[in-house]
């Protein structure tokens, strides 16, 4: 029972870490391609995103 509830933390850590991951580097990727074009609407992006990701863990951890 330990070594199985073991294995399974171990993948949903796994699957977390990359989700995470392939999030943070589209987010990058999305922010350098309207840097490109327009600066100031890629910082306004990247803190609204960064405003609405903060609340959304608040919110969940509020719900449990």
Known sequence: ???LAITIAVHIVG???LG???T???LIAELAE???VDRTRAVRYG????V?????GWLGLQLG
């Open 34 to 36: 309207l840097a490109a």
């Open 24 to 26: 943070w580097s589209t």
């Open 52 to 56: 609405v990701g903060v609340f959304a």
């Open 47 to 50: 803190l609204a995103s960064l």
């Open 15 to 17: 699957v977390a870490g």
């Open 1 to 3: 029972p330990r070594l």
């Open 20 to 22: 995470a991951l392939t």
